[in-house]
């Protein structure tokens, strides 16, 4: 009997999922090769997952992003990297529907099986992402996505925001939120050493090394660069909230044609 071993399966579908990237244009960037920190295995899924409810409170996160989005129980959201279910879980009790929509079938998997203990009948499961996910609804009310647009390119940032503005009905509402740099360039070094060290404060070791990973291998960008991609990608920045030099989030409408 041959034994089937875990590093066997995620080699599997690796291969499985390098194959079907390659069957979409040769010139598009592959949003769903690993940038940075890789969680796509159901055993890392389940440890990020973990590891960030020690520090965050998923349902109050949510219930902040619901407040702002100010929609009726009757609206239809998306959730643009949906990760491990930290907003659609939660988001399912204030709407019609949720679409959970990731690039990591691992994390789609756990929010699924969350979904699923939860008794949630609401929400709909799509694997995709920014420049790959074919909305075949309606246009929705309002799209979320929370620490997910970092891992493209700037150039693909702005790609991927004006898919998401074709997606939204006319005023619909973008809530975003990310690693975004709002300080000096003159002193990055002092800046980016701050942000390793409380990361490593807060998340503890891995928080460190997750952050400087971030740093080295991810694509965060700049504040004024963020307003531009958002802008041009067809969207009018309502509120604008920055939780310190690195954390930024944005509340837009799309701007009627």
Same mark, same amino acid.
């Given at each position: 009997?041959? @034994? +089937? ?12 999922? #390098?194959?079907?990237?390659? /069957?979409?244009? &040769? ?7 690993? $940038? *940075? ?8 899924? *389940?440890?990020?997952? =973990? ?20 929609? @009726? ?8 990297? $949906?990760?491990?279910? =930290? ?18 079938? &691992? ?6 099986? @969350?979904?699923?203990?939860? %008794? ?25 996505? +929370?620490? =997910? ?7 693909? @940032? ?13 005023? %619909? ?5 990310? +690693?975004?740099? /709002? ?14 060290? &409380? ?6 070791? /891995? ?5 400087? #990973?971030? $740093?080295?291998?991810?694509?965060? #960008? $700049?504040?004024?660069?963020? =307003? %531009? ?11 604008? *909230? ?6 930024? /989030? ?8």
């Amino acid at each position: 009997m041959v @034994k +089937v071993r875990e590093m066997d399966v995620e080699f599997c579908h690796h291969y499985a999922r #390098t194959l079907e990237a390659a /069957s979409g244009p &040769a010139w598009r960037y592959d949003e769903a090769k690993p $940038c *940075g920190v890789n969680y796509n295995s159901i055993l890392l899924a *389940g440890l990020y997952d =973990a590891h960030h409810r020690t520090f965050r409170d998923y349902r109050r996160e949510t219930a902040e992003i619901v407040d702002m989005l100010d929609l @009726k129980p009757s609206a239809t959201v998306i959730d643009m990297g $949906c990760g491990t279910g =930290a907003f659609t879980i939660h988001a399912a009790a204030h709407y019609r529907t949720v679409h959970a929509v990731d690039v990591s079938r &691992a994390m789609l998997r756990r929010t699924r099986r @969350k979904a699923r203990k939860a %008794g949630l009948d609401n929400v709909q499961f799509h694997h995709g992402g920014f420049l790959t996910y074919e909305h075949e609804s309606a246009p929705v009310d309002a799209i979320v996505t +929370v620490a =997910a647009l970092h891992h493209l390119p700037d150039f693909w @940032k702005l790609v991927g925001l004006y898919r998401l503005a074709s997606m939204l009905k006319p005023g %619909g509402r973008l809530y975003l939120f990310d +690693v975004v740099f /709002s300080f000096d360039i003159a002193h990055y070094e002092a800046r980016i050493k701050h942000f390793v060290r &409380a990361a490593g404060t807060e998340m503890g070791p /891995s928080g460190q090394a997750e952050s400087e #990973t971030h $740093c080295r291998d991810e694509y965060s #960008t $700049c504040d004024w660069i963020m =307003a %531009g991609l958002l802008e041009r990608a067809g969207f009018e920045i309502t509120t604008t *909230g920055r939780q310190n030099e690195f954390f930024t /989030s944005y509340l837009c409408t799309k701007r009627s044609a």
